[in-house]
């Protein structure tokens, strides 16, 4: 079993029980095994979910810091950056089109087109073309949320407004902004049950 990182809660932001599968149907599957994936944890079937849907990729054949062995991994407990959540809500949101830009894009940095997309959707990012000093840092679980309700409504929510849509939708197992702790950093265990979570609220 992996060793989270010391200072992450593991039950952070609990799944919602007996939503195992979009619409009750066969549950996903992954091509390949991952030492990491831990099924007792709050966000194992939530990242099997979202590995399926191709919304974020697992590390294969890397060095395990736990067994020193070469494995495939997942690393529920690595921090996300504001350009990694983009692909995550655009691959969700906007599938073709994030593929159509990828595959003609030919700038030198990897998330060119994603920025392309947020300055087309009015997404409230950090980071610009021309500025891509934020792109590669830490993102908040604030940041998340304003950037995922921002694209729901179509226009920028402020991220007071965001942390209230997460909690009156039960996207958050958290009942009021502090407990939401907006100023954390976000992990890819995090990302995955609130992007789940998320689906399953517009799938009612």
Same mark, same amino acid.
Do not use: C
């Given at each position: 079993? $992996?060793?989270?990182?010391?200072?992450?809660?593991?039950?952070?932001?609990?799944?919602?029980?007996?939503?195992?599968?979009?619409?009750?149907?066969?549950?996903?599957?992954?091509?390949?095994?991952?030492?990491?994936?831990?099924?007792?944890?709050?966000?194992?079937?939530?990242?099997?979910?979202?590995?399926?849907?191709?919304?974020?990729?697992?590390?294969?054949?890397?060095?395990?810091?736990?067994?020193?062995?070469?494995?495939?991994?997942?690393?529920?407990?690595?921090?996300?950056?504001?350009?990694?959540?983009?692909?995550?809500?655009?691959?969700?949101?906007?599938?073709?089109?994030?593929?159509?830009?990828?595959?003609?894009?030919?700038?030198?940095?990897?998330?060119?087109?994603?920025?392309?997309?947020?300055?087309?959707?009015?997404? $409230?990012?950090?980071?610009?073309?021309?500025?891509?000093?934020?792109?590669?840092?830490?993102?908040?679980?604030?940041?998340?949320?304003?950037?995922?309700?921002?694209?729901?409504?179509?226009?920028?929510?402020?991220?007071?407004?965001?942390?209230?849509?997460?909690?009156?939708?039960?996207?958050?197992?958290?009942?009021?902004?502090?407990?939401?702790? $907006?100023?954390?950093?976000?992990?890819?265990?995090?990302?995955?049950?609130?992007?789940?979570?998320?689906?399953?609220?517009?799938?009612?």
């Amino acid at each position: 079993m $992996p060793i989270p990182d010391s200072d992450v809660e593991v039950d952070f932001d609990k799944p919602k029980e007996d939503e195992d599968s979009d619409d009750g149907s066969k549950e996903p599957q992954l091509d390949l095994e991952y030492a990491d994936l831990d099924l007792q944890a709050y966000w194992g079937k939530d990242m099997i979910w979202a590995v399926d849907r191709g919304l974020i990729s697992g590390y294969k054949d890397v060095k395990n810091p736990i067994t020193g062995e070469k494995e495939n991994l997942l690393k529920p407990y690595g921090t996300l950056t504001e350009a990694q959540f983009l692909t995550i809500l655009l691959n969700y949101t906007e599938p073709e089109e994030m593929d159509k830009k990828l595959k003609n894009s030919n700038h030198s940095y990897w998330a060119y087109p994603q920025y392309e997309l947020a300055l087309q959707y009015n997404l $409230p990012t950090l980071a610009s073309i021309g500025d891509w000093s934020s792109a590669d840092k830490p993102i908040t679980r604030g940041k998340m949320a304003q950037l995922l309700v921002s694209k729901y409504y179509g226009k920028v929510a402020p991220e007071k407004s965001a942390m209230d849509f997460f909690i009156e939708n039960n996207i958050t197992s958290k009942d009021d902004y502090q407990d939401f702790r $907006p100023d954390d950093t976000l992990t890819r265990a995090h990302v995955v049950t609130f992007m789940k979570n998320y689906h399953d609220t517009l799938n009612k």
